[in-house]
Each structure stands twice: as structure tokens, then as C-alpha cells.
């Protein structure tokens, strides 16, 4: 788009978190899904946005603009994105997608920066069952697979068969994301080992998106979105969120799947348009 900028911070450990800017009008920080980047995580969405909203887009640290660093934790994901937005120096809304909508959550029980936040699909591991983390399990192992075989986009599809309904993990593959964000497979790939040894080591959890103090402690208006064709821990996940913050709104895109904020962008920015020009 014409008028990209971009805004960077950095971060207590010396590493520069930075992101494209487009658009005019109230501040919205984006924080992207386990799989790409902000431009990649976005590109849909933002068209129809940076019209009502000046739209931050910040990478993950290892990604898109931003500098990498051996420590991906879900902690320290969090300490970035509440630097990225108190770097702004102004109220500021946060939206969130996945793995990304976590991030957004404990961000905000964190914050009095965020005036309001709004959330695709969050993902609580705190939530999942027996049989999911051993489907999650499953996919991270032949992620692994590809990445050491060399084949990076094939491994970010793998993933994509966890989180994705089969209709949705084509369309998305059909429109290049998973080759767009394989590069990023090996930096995903890290993440996931990394949370594995944290949990091994005996070292104290970091802040839950799924703790209801957590979400208890958020303040300001949440609006948490699901997809009526999602695969069914989504539908959980969005409910437990509603049902714990104390000033949510639970709101379900017809017809669309984890993947909305690419294959149903329209709805999904009509939804976040309305709730944030309220907000």
C-alpha cells in the first residue's frame, strides 16, 4: 500500500521489534499467528482496515523485519508486544489471531496502554485434552521431519493440518501461504521445542491466556471471535475467553474456519471495524 511506513522498538534484551504501519486514524496493533509474519499474517485483513485505522503490523522476533534472537518463549512475546505498543505513546487497540490472540490477552492484563482488544480463535494450550496435544504432538514431529529434509513450506502445512479444517488448509495453500511462511517453519519449529525444555526443567509457567485470573484481570472491552466451521477446540477456546474476562463479547463469522483472517477477511474486519470504532 501507498503510504507504508514503519515503527520499530527495542526491546530489554536489546532486540528491535519492528513492523509496516499503513493507514490513518486510532492506533490497532496487530499480533500475528504462529505461522508468518505481520505482513504475511495480515495481507487480507489490511485492506479493509487501513482505511478506519492506523494498522501496526510488528514481526515476531526472527521474522519479517524484526532481528532474531535464540529466546522465542511465549514470556518474552509478550514483553514485546507490550513494548511495541507503549512505544507508541497513545491509546492503542490490540488484535490478535491464534497463537497471536494469546499474546494479545496477557498483553492487556498487563497494560493500561490497550484500550481494547479484539481476538481470532486464541489458542490455550492450559484447554487442550489428551488427544489434542497429541495431535499437536503429531504435527509439530513431522514438521520436524520436513524443515531437516529441506522442505520448509510442506513443514508449515503440516502444522496447518492441526489448526485448519481440510477446505480451509487448501485454500490457504492455494493462495501461497504455506510457501510464503515456510521460511519461518525452522523459527516455529524452535518455538515449540523451546516451551517442550521450559516445561522440563521445572522452571516456573509463564502467564496462561487460558488462567481466569489472567483474563480477569483484563479491563477494557474484548470482542473474541470464532468461526461456525472451525474445528471444535477453537469454539472451547473462544468460549472459555468469553466467559472469563469481565467486559467480552462473543461473536462467531459464519461459514468460516481458523483461517478467516485470510479466506473470510471481510467479515472479520467488518466485526473488528465495529467493535473498535466503539471501543
Same mark, same amino acid.
Given at each position: 500500500?501507498?503510504?507504508?511506513?514503519? +515503527?520499530?522498538? =527495542?526491546?530489554?534484551?536489546?532486540?528491535?521489534?519492528r513492523g509496516a504501519v499503513h493507514g490513518q486514524g486510532p492506533h490497532l496493533v496487530f499480533s500475528p499467528g504462529a505461522f508468518g509474519d505481520g505482513d504475511l499474517d495480515w495481507q487480507w485483513l489490511l485492506p479493509h482496515l487501513a482505511g478506519r485505522f492506523t494498522c501496526y503490523l510488528p514481526s515476531l522476533r526472527g521474522r519479517g523485519l524484526s532481528d532474531d534472537h535464540h529466546d522465542l518463549s511465549f514470556g518474552r512475546r509478550v514483553e514485546d508486544i507490550l513494548a511495541y505498543v507503549g512505544s507508541i505513546g497513545g491509546p492503542t487497540g490490540l488484535l490478535g489471531w491464534s497463537a497471536g490472540g494469546a499474546v494479545a490477552l496477557v498483553a492487556a492484563a498487563q497494560t493500561d496502554a490497550v484500550t481494547a482488544v479484539a481476538i481470532y480463535e486464541p489458542v490455550l494450550d492450559g484447554l487442550m485434552d489428551e488427544q489434542e496435544r497429541a495431535a499437536i504432538g503429531r504435527a509439530v514431529t513431522r514438521m520436524g521431519e520436513l524443515v531437516a529434509a529441506g522442505d520448509q513450506p510442506a513443514a508449515a502445512g503440516a502444522f496447518g493440518d492441526f489448526v485448519f479444517n481440510d477446505d480451509e488448509n487448501a485454500a490457504v495453500e492455494a #493462495?501461497?501461504?504455506? !510457501?510464503?511462511?515456510?521460511?519461518?517453519?525452522? @523459527?516455529?519449529?524452535? =518455538?515449540?521445542?523451546? #516451551?517442550? /525444555? *521450559? %516445561?522440563?526443567?521445572? %522452571?516456573?509457567?509463564?502467564?496462561?491466556?487460558?488462567?481466569?485470573?489472567?483474563?480477569?484481570?483484563?479491563?477494557?472491552?474484548?470482542?473474541?471471535? *470464532?468461526?461456525?466451521?472451525? !474445528?471444535?477446540?477453537? %469454539?472451547?477456546?473462544?468460549?472459555?475467553? %468469553?466467559?472469563?474476562?469481565? @467486559? #467480552? =463479547?462473543?461473536?462467531?463469522?459464519? @461459514?468460516?474456519? +481458523?483461517?478467516?483472517?485470510? =479466506?473470510?477477511?471481510? #467479515?472479520?474486519? /467488518?466485526?473488528?471495524?465495529?467493535?473498535f470504532t466503539s471501543a
Open positions: 500500500m501507498g503510504d507504508r511506513r514503519t +515503527h520499530g522498538v =527495542t526491546t530489554t534484551d536489546g532486540v528491535a521489534i #493462495a501461497g501461504y504455506f !510457501k510464503a511462511t515456510g521460511r519461518y517453519a525452522p @523459527n516455529l519449529l524452535r =518455538t515449540f521445542q523451546q #516451551a517442550a /525444555e *521450559h %516445561a522440563g526443567d521445572g %522452571a516456573p509457567a509463564p502467564q496462561s491466556a487460558s488462567d481466569p485470573d489472567v483474563l480477569g484481570a483484563i479491563s477494557v472491552p474484548v470482542l473474541v471471535l *470464532h468461526g461456525s466451521a472451525s !474445528k471444535p477446540y477453537w %469454539a472451547r477456546f473462544a468460549r472459555h475467553v %468469553a466467559d472469563h474476562v469481565p @467486559n #467480552a =463479547t462473543l461473536r462467531q463469522v459464519p @461459514n468460516a474456519g +481458523h483461517a478467516a483472517p485470510l =479466506t473470510d477477511a471481510e #467479515a472479520v474486519a /467488518e466485526a473488528i471495524t465495529d467493535f
